[in-house]
């Protein structure tokens, strides 16, 4: 028996194959490379020193997927496979709801076909919306999203809620991250965006290493403790294991459940603009820029609902985060 891994190539992916790996799994993995490259998982079994199948496949791609279900027994499926970037969401709508909806629907129709009814799905605290205060609880109202990447993520937490609903063999976790950033330890892999990154944390490492000049701070007037934005950072490698104890989890118990992944502290944009400054002796430049359109003040998780059901909190702190970023940018200025 072997999970699946859609986007395993990705950046949270390729943490979450190591994580799974360690913890003695099978997985298969699949992604198109959209945004990846093979490196990624060359060097997770590097790191692993495992072996696993992968598959050059899209989401969309019925056919593909009927022949990896064949191939393989497939017990649970995670995730991640899918486009992010909140910007370009905007531009290019029908791509995103086509891509991460339809893709996600042409996925669990093979499923269903092979008998394989968990999901373990990578959504975002964006479903949150901008209505809740933080800490942000699963109880909360979702939806009042704000852009299309985020109804992509709302309308698939839906999709699978109402499945779970309409057979009792289905299971779906639905995991809320909030802001993964940081990179593995060996520094062999992390976050290798395309063109000039659009989050916070592979911003400030590019500046750090001179590749960008400097970091525009968007906004220094909400109403946080130094004025700038405030979110919840978690280390990617907290966030794989998180993924280990939810697939685990899913094993178990049937039925729909939304989980938060976030540590329950908040940073603003100057308090970890200083922490990758001090623990890693490099200057960020930055100047303070107007405000980013659809951004809120304050995003932070409450986590208890994940140690209560998982038995997961993050262990890695802000300076671990910093730290493990800055070693894989310095030792992969340019990325995979
Ligand atoms: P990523 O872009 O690094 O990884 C996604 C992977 O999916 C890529 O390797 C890409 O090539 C692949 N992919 C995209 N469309 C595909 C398709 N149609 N078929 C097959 N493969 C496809 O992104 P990530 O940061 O690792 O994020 C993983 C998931 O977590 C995404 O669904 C993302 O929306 C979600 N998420 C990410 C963040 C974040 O800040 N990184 C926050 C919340 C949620
Ligand atoms: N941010 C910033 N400059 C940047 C990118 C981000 O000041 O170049 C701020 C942004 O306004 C927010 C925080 O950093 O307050 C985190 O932004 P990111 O895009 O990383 O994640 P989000 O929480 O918006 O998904």
């Given at each position: 028996m072997a999970i699946l891994i859609t986007g395993g190539c990705g950046y949270i992916g390729s943490h979450t194959c190591i994580e799974l790996l360690d913890a003695g799994h099978d997985i298969v993995v699949l992604d198109n490379y959209y945004n990846s490259k093979p490196e990624a998982l060359r060097r997770v079994k590097e790191l692993s020193g495992k072996e696993f199948p992968f598959y050059e496949c899209d989401i969309r791609d019925a056919e593909g997927l009927r022949k990896i279900f064949a191939a393989h027994s497939i017990e649970a499926v995670i995730h991640f496979a899918g486009l992010k970037a909140v910007g370009e969401s905007v531009q290019k709508p029908l791509e995103y709801f086509d891509n991460n909806v339809g893709g996600t629907i042409t996925l669990l129709e093979v499923m269903r076909e092979a008998g394989c009814k968990r999901m373990v799905f990578s959504s975002?605290?964006?479903?949150?919306?901008?209505?809740n205060p933080s800490?942000?609880?699963?109880t909360m109202p979702t939806g009042g999203v704000t852009n299309p990447y985020g109804r992509t993520k709302f309308m698939i937490e839906g999709i699978l809620e109402d499945l779970c609903v309409s057979d009792p063999e289905w299971t779906a976790v639905l995991l809320r991250y909030f802001n993964p950033i940081g990179a593995h330890a060996s520094g062999r892999i992390g976050e290798d965006p395309n063109?000039?990154?659009?989050?916070l944390m592979p911003y400030i490492s590019q500046v750090a290493i001179g590749k960008l000049q400097k970091l525009s701070?968007?906004?220094?007037?909400?109403?946080?403790h130094d004025g700038t934005g405030v979110r919840d950072y978690i280390h990617v490698v907290d966030l794989a294991k998180g993924h280990v104890k939810a697939v685990e989890y899913a094993m178990k118990h049937p039925g729909a459940e939304a989980i938060n992944l976030g540590t329950g502290t908040g940073y603003s944009v100057l308090d970890l603009v200083n922490a990758f400054q001090n623990v890693n002796g490099v200057p960020v430049p930055y100047v303070i820029a107007p405000r980013r359109a659809g951004d809120i003040a304050t995003c932070y998780a409450d986590p208890s609902k994940a140690k209560e059901l998982l038995n997961w909190t993050a262990e890695l702190d802000v300076n671990d985060m910093c730290r493990d970023t800055w070693r894989w940018q310095k030792q992969n200025p340019n990325g995979f």
């Open positions: 975002s605290a964006t479903v949150y919306g901008m209505n800490p942000l609880k699963e063109g000039i990154p659009n989050n701070v968007f906004g220094n007037d909400y109403d946080t």
